[in-house]
Every structure is written in structure tokens, then in C-alpha cells.
């Protein structure tokens, strides 16, 4: 069971201090926290569990500085601690239904462009990409996605013109693509400034519907296997398996121990 406040949300000074230390860590291969919230959050929604050892080193890089942190050896171990409090918060929003409250980078004219958000998303999908498939067989849920796929594509037509192609969020939280969303070929229209605010909104509404979607899947997939009986089931009158001679129900069937 987690500890008390294990799912308080991080303030903002150690939002900072993650995202430092995650560029720190492996500046080419890192996450940077909003493209982690984005992610966290799809592990959160997918009806099958992926193990903490399977995600972690996307977010954390190959560099061995980030792969001695995924041992939890080293100075960066610590940095753990964060991740973990920040995906039970994560999760725990989306629990609660009441409102998801992304990080998200503004530019300098303060504005939000959801792209690296958008590509954490995906990313994550792309850990389980056939658990996602009831989305498209449910019609009131098989576009709940799209604004999520619309911001990945958005980072995409946006890497055509800066050449930045890393998959990663730069400071201002647009992001490059890294291949792993290219199975969606529909032609999305660029997104305007002035609905790119809105585009944000319905990402993270439709991000909440799938996370109601697939919550029975989740819990059978997460609930603890059936207890299984090692012996077979002794009747009343068959012999107590203690050997007494006696009969189950005159002896330990009986409520009180054997009775001699």
C-alpha cells in the first residue's frame, strides 16, 4: 500500500527539480516532465499493467548514469522517488474524475502547445498497442483520442520546418517525433492558434473518457488471483484427514478440534 500523500501531487519547486535532473541524467534520450506527464498518464489508462522495470528506462534514457538510476544505484537513485510520487498522482487524478491538471510548458508568450504532452501519450500506447484496440469497436468512444493524435501530428508537420526530430519536448513543450506513432496516416488539419487551447481541453477530456472506458478491464486485470485449493474439499462424513479414524464432521470439522 503506498504511503500516506504518496499520490500528493509534486509541488512546483520539485517539478523543477525533475525536470533538471531528468535532462541531467541523459540529455539526449531523457523525458522532459511534461512529455512523462503525458505518459504516465497512458499507463495509468491501459487496461493491462505494464511493470514499472518495462517503463522506466524510456523515461529515464540509456545513458549509464540513467541506467544505474533504473538499478536504483548512484546519486540519481533518489530521482525515483519523484517519478514514482508523480504517476500515483497522476493515476489518482484520473481516479478521482474530477478534473485532470496536466504539466504542461508554456513559450514566452505563455502559451501551451500540448505537442510534448501529446507524444508522452502516444508513447505510452505504443508500450500496448492491441489493449487500446476496444477504442475502435466502441462508435461513442473511437474518436476519444483524436486530439491527442491531431497534437502528434501538429509536432510532426512542426519538425518539417525547424528539423528538430528527437521526440522530446524543447523548453517551450513542442516536440519532435520519434517514430512511434507513424501507424496513424489520417491527414489531420494544422492546428490554429486560436483553437490550440481547445485542442488541449479535448485531449485531456477525451484522455479522461478512455481512462472510465477501460476501468473494469483494469481492475480484472489488476485484481489478485482466485485463491487455489491445494487439497480437495473434505465432506462431512468422509475420514478426518488428520487420521483419527473419525469422521470430518466428529472431529476437526466439527467447530472445536477433535473430540477423543
Known amino acids: 500500500m503506498d504511503a500516506p500523500g504518496h499520490d500528493r501531487p509534486?509541488?512546483?519547486?520539485?517539478i523543477e527539480t525533475l525536470e533538471s535532473r531528468l535532462a541531467e541524467i541523459d540529455p539526449d534520450d531523457s523525458m522532459?516532465?511534461?512529455e512523462l506527464d503525458g505518459f504516465l498518464a497512458a499507463i495509468a489508462c491501459c487496461p493491462e499493467p505494464i511493470a514499472r522495470d518495462e517503463w522506466l528506462p524510456m523515461v529515464l534514457g540509456d545513458s549509464p548514469r540513467a541506467r544505474a538510476a533504473a538499478e536504483g544505484r548512484g546519486d540519481d537513485a533518489a530521482l525515483l522517488?519523484?517519478?514514482?510520487?508523480?504517476?500515483?498522482?497522476?493515476?489518482?487524478?484520473?481516479?478521482?474524475?474530477?478534473?485532470?491538471?496536466?504539466?504542461?510548458a508554456y513559450d514566452e508568450d505563455g502559451i501551451a502547445w500540448g505537442n510534448a504532452w501529446a507524444i508522452g501519450f502516444a508513447r505510452g500506447m505504443a508500450m500496448r498497442p492491441?489493449?487500446?484496440?476496444?477504442?475502435?469497436?466502441?462508435?461513442?468512444?473511437?474518436?476519444?483520442?483524436?486530439?491527442?493524435?491531431?497534437?502528434?501530428?501538429?509536432?510532426?508537420?512542426?519538425?518539417?520546418?525547424?528539423g528538430t526530430d528527437d521526440g522530446h519536448a524543447t523548453d517551450d513543450g513542442r516536440a519532435g517525433d520519434d517514430g512511434d506513432h507513424?501507424?496513424?496516416?489520417e491527414a489531420w488539419e494544422p492546428i490554429?492558434?486560436?483553437?490550440?487551447?481547445?485542442?488541449?481541453?479535448?485531449?485531456?477530456?477525451?484522455?479522461?473518457?478512455v481512462f472510465d472506458f477501460f476501468r473494469e478491464a483494469?481492475?480484472?486485470?489488476?485484481?489478485p488471483p482466485p485463491l487455489r485449493r491445494d487439497a480437495p474439499k473434505v465432506g462431512r462424513n468422509d475420514p478426518c484427514p488428520c487420521g483419527s479414524g473419525r469422521k470430518y464432521k466428529a472431529c476437526h470439522g466439527s467447530g472445536s478440534g477433535p473430540l477423543h
Open 182 to 185: 507513424d501507424d496513424h496516416d
Open 32 to 34: 522532459a516532465v511534461e
Open 218 to 223: 483494469r481492475e480484472r486485470a489488476y485484481a
Open 81 to 104: 522517488k519523484l517519478i514514482d510520487r508523480h504517476r500515483a498522482a497522476v493515476a489518482a487524478m484520473l481516479d478521482d474524475g474530477e478534473g485532470f491538471s496536466p504539466v504542461l
Open 192 to 209: 490554429a492558434d486560436d483553437e490550440r487551447e481547445g485542442v488541449i481541453h479535448e485531449m485531456l477530456d477525451g484522455v479522461q473518457d
Open 130 to 162: 492491441d489493449a487500446w484496440s476496444p477504442l475502435d469497436d466502441d462508435d461513442a468512444f473511437a474518436d476519444a483520442l483524436d486530439p491527442v493524435m491531431r497534437l502528434v501530428a501538429d509536432a510532426q508537420q512542426d519538425d518539417d520546418g525547424d
Open 10 to 14: 509534486l509541488t512546483d519547486d520539485e
